[in-house]
């Protein structure tokens, strides 16, 4: 005899049963991720190829304009591997935001039709995007292959600034998308300030050229910390760390998390009425 299993939607259940029924509705979320990653390159020539070659294009313009005409330090290490270990982090942050942010919108014929919960659609989108950051990381550990750059016991660190990445990206993505579902404007707004934040994130140079009493202020910025840890960790390079602004990263981003997060659940019930 087959049992199904059935959900009874009652009130006050997604109050009690909410982390539950995302573990109930797991299925659901890979499906979205994989939806996702077969919609983003769906009639393209090169496929997932994408994924490289809009890094490894950044890479040569950021080496050519800051590494030989500007001709800034590089603390030691190949140009070109400076920029492009820190291009992992930074693609992975604004892939994951501008995907988390419009998630809701994009899924608006889901939410005002079926009950799951509604967490599911922003956690499909940033489990999209680790496809991503994880053939680009084998793209870089060929490239320093070529530079003869190996990587000591300092990239066991590693996962740690992956996790905090992965906390500023959901957090700030939930943020977004919750004032995105009300206010459409965010649709906008949210790719011209990534695309500033690539300016003034240290992916095209290393944070040490900042003064000295402007750098622990200029470690609000998550990513800043983020990314020094990712070249210290692939690297090496005892001056490619500053600790206060790894510690002031991991602040920032537990705070988006939380707070992103707490939005999100404030602001769930009115989506499907909203959108």
Do not use: C
């Not at 109930?24 to 499906?31: D, I, T, V």
């Not at 608006?108 to 009950?115: C, F, G, M, N």
């Amino acid at each position: 005899m087959n049992i199904k299993s059935e959900l009874i939607i009652e009130a006050g259940r997604t109050e009690r049963h909410y982390w539950a029924d995302i573990w109930r509705y797991r299925e659901l979320l890979f499906f979205l991720a994989w939806r996702d990653i077969l919609i983003r390159y769906k009639q393209t020539t090169v496929g997932v190829a994408w994924s490289i070659i809009r890094p490894l294009l950044t890479m040569v313009i950021f080496t050519f304009i800051f590494g030989r005409l500007a001709k800034l330090p590089s603390e030691g290490v190949e140009y070109a591997l400076l920029v492009f270990s820190a291009l992992l982090p930074w693609q992975f942050f604004t892939n994951a935001v501008s995907g988390i942010s419009s998630s809701l919108v994009g899924n608006s014929s889901l939410l005002t039709k079926v009950y799951f919960p509604r967490l599911i659609v922003p956690l499909s989108a940033l489990m999209a995007n680790i496809v991503d950051v994880m053939i680009s990381i084998i793209f870089l550990a060929g490239l320093m292959f070529w530079y003869k750059t190996i990587p000591d016991a300092r990239i066991l660190v590693l996962p740690v600034f992956m996790l905090i990445t992965l906390f500023a990206s959901f957090g700030a993505g939930l943020w977004i998308a919750s004032l995105n579902v009300k206010y459409r404007d965010f649709s906008y707004i949210v790719p011209f300030m990534l695309q500033v934040g690539l300016y003034i994130s240290p992916v095209g140079f290393v944070s040490s050229i900042m003064p000295d009493q402007w750098r622990l202020i200029y470690s609000l910025n998550p990513m800043v910390g983020v990314i020094d840890g990712f070249r210290w960790s692939l690297l090496g390079g005892n001056s490619l760390l500053y600790w206060p602004s790894v510690l002031m990263s991991f602040i920032v981003s537990l705070f988006f998390l939380i707070s992103g997060f707490s939005t999100f659940r404030k602001t769930e019930k009115t989506f499907a009425d909203i959108i």
